[in-house]
C-alpha cells in the first residue's frame, strides 16, 4: 500500500474523522504564539492538509486570518459544511497554491508525514514572508499510560509493523527542517487529555489511514477484540485518552 493510497483513504471517512478526531489543546497556540513571537490574533495562517478543518477552526478562535490548503474531495466538502465561511483550496504542501511571500504561519496538523520535503519546504519558504513561520504538530501516544501504551502494541502488531517507544517527530525532523532551509527550529510538548465514549475511542482508531486500508472483516474482527479488553478498563464504555502533542516550529530568519 502506498503513502499516497493511505494519504488519500481518508476520504472514505470524512465524516467519521470529524466526529471522532482528538482535537488540540489551548496551550498548544500559546505555545505557536510563544515560539513565533506574535500573536495569532490577525496572523495570516495557511492551514496545509487542512482535512475537515479541526485545526482550522482553532486557529479561527484565536483571530487567525486563516485560509485551508486539502487535497480531497471528501474531506473539502465536509470543511465547507464545518467551516462555511473559511476559504478552501484544492492543493497540497508539496505544491502551496499560495502566492509568494503572502502568510505569517503555515501549519500542518497531522499532515506534515504525507509531505516530500524535498519539495515542502522550499515552497513553505516560498510562501512565508520575513520572520514567518512553519508549525508542524501531531498528537501522539501517551506511553506512559498502561493501557494506552498496551494498545499502541496491540496496533503495531496487527498492522505488521514494530511497535515505537517515542512520540514523534523525532530529533532527526529537526534537523531535517534546520539543515534544509537555515530555519530556526523549536521543539515543544503538550500534554492534555479527553473523555470520550468507547464507540468514540474505536471510531477514532478506525479512522487512522492505517485502518482505512484494511479489509473490512480485518477492521471489525480488532475492533470487537478492543471492544471486549477496554471494556475491562473502562466498564461504563467513557474512556480517558491521553495525548502529547509534538510540536516543531520553524521560524524564517
Not at 465536509?78 to 465561511?85: A, C
Not at 527542517?177 to 530555519?183: D, K, N, Q, T
Not at 474482527?221 to 480517558?240: I, Q, T, Y
Request: charged share 25%; net charge neutral.
Amino acid at each position: 500500500m502506498t503513502t499516497s493510497s493511505r494519504a488519500h483513504s481518508f476520504n472514505a471517512a470524512a465524516d467519521q474523522y470529524a466526529a471522532s478526531r482528538p482535537s488540540y489543546p489551548p496551550a498548544l497556540f500559546d505555545c505557536i504564539e510563544q515560539l513565533t513571537s506574535r500573536s495569532l490574533a490577525g496572523a495570516r495562517v495557511a492551514d496545509i492538509g487542512a482535512g475537515t478543518g479541526i485545526a482550522t477552526a482553532l486557529l479561527r478562535e484565536r483571530g487567525a486570518e486563516v485560509i485551508a490548503v486539502e487535497p480531497g474531495d471528501a474531506m473539502a466538502a465536509k470543511f465547507h459544511t464545518v467551516l462555511p465561511n473559511v476559504p478552501i483550496i484544492r492543493g497540497d504542501g508539496n505544491a502551496l497554491p499560495l502566492a509568494d511571500a503572502s502568510h505569517d504561519l503555515i501549519t500542518y496538523a497531522q499532515s506534515w508525514q504525507w509531505t516530500d520535503t524535498t519539495r515542502s519546504v522550499p515552497e513553505a519558504l516560498r510562501v512565508l514572508l520575513p520572520g514567518g513561520a512553519l508549525a508542524i504538530w501531531w498528537n501522539t501516544t501517551a506511553f506512559d499510560v498502561p493501557w494506552i501504551r498496551e494498545q499502541h502494541q496491540r496496533i503495531a502488531h496487527h498492522w505488521g509493523v514494530k511497535p515505537t517507544s517515542r512520540v514523534r517527530p523525532d530529533d532527526s525532523d529537526a534537523i531535517r527542517l534546520a539543515g534544509l532551509s537555515g530555519l530556526r527550529v523549536a521543539r515543544r510538548q503538550v500534554r492534555w487529555s479527553r473523555v470520550v465514549s468507547l464507540d468514540t475511542h474505536l471510531a477514532n482508531i478506525s479512522s487512522r489511514s492505517a485502518f482505512l486500508v484494511l479489509a473490512e472483516d480485518d477492521k471489525r474482527a480488532f475492533l470487537s477484540g478492543e471492544r471486549r479488553r477496554l471494556r475491562e478498563f473502562f466498564p461504563d464504555e467513557v474512556v480517558e485518552e491521553t495525548y502529547v502533542v509534538d510540536l516543531l516550529v520553524a521560524t524564517r530568519p
